[in-house]
Nanobody, 115 residues
Framework: QVQLVESGGGLGQPGGSLRLSCAAS????????MGWYRQAPGKQRELVAH???????NYADSVKGRFTISRDNAKNTIYLQMNSLKPADATVYYC?????????WGQGTQVTVSS
């Protein structure tokens, strides 16, 4: 089992920045990749960015150049630095940890973008 606890959501202004954090605990040695997804009401959950154990990253086209995913292995934590926020970025963000057999999810954190 892997437990994920997210933090850092909230209100950001258009053009502003927010940083999300996700701390993992439990059977973290089974995790091969961690990432962030988001899901708007009535839509499918979509990948925002992920980072592998080796540090390779992948981003959705809609966030490339604006968002940066990173990890602190000593803290078993990943981060999502979100810059140049747009209203379209406003939704619930979920942390994900992937193992060979299962996807684990955090509880979600709300991001609101408004002036």
């Amino acid at each position: 089992q892997v437990q994920l606890v997210e933090s850092g959501g909230g209100l950001g202004q258009p053009g502003g920045s927010l940083r999300l954090s996700c701390a993992a605990s439990g059977d973290i040695f089974s995790v091969s990749r961690m990432g962030w997804y988001r899901q708007a009401p009535g839509k499918q959950r979509e990948l925002v960015a992920h980072i592998t154990n080796g540090g390779a990253t992948n981003y959705a086209d809609s966030v490339k150049g604006r968002f940066t995913i990173s990890r602190d292995n000593a803290k078993n934590t990943i981060y999502l630095q979100m810059n140049s926020l747009k209203p379209a970025d406003a939704t619930v963000y979920y942390c994900n940890a992937r193992t060979s057999f299962f996807d684990y999810w955090g509880q979600g954190t709300q991001v609101t973008v408004s002036s």
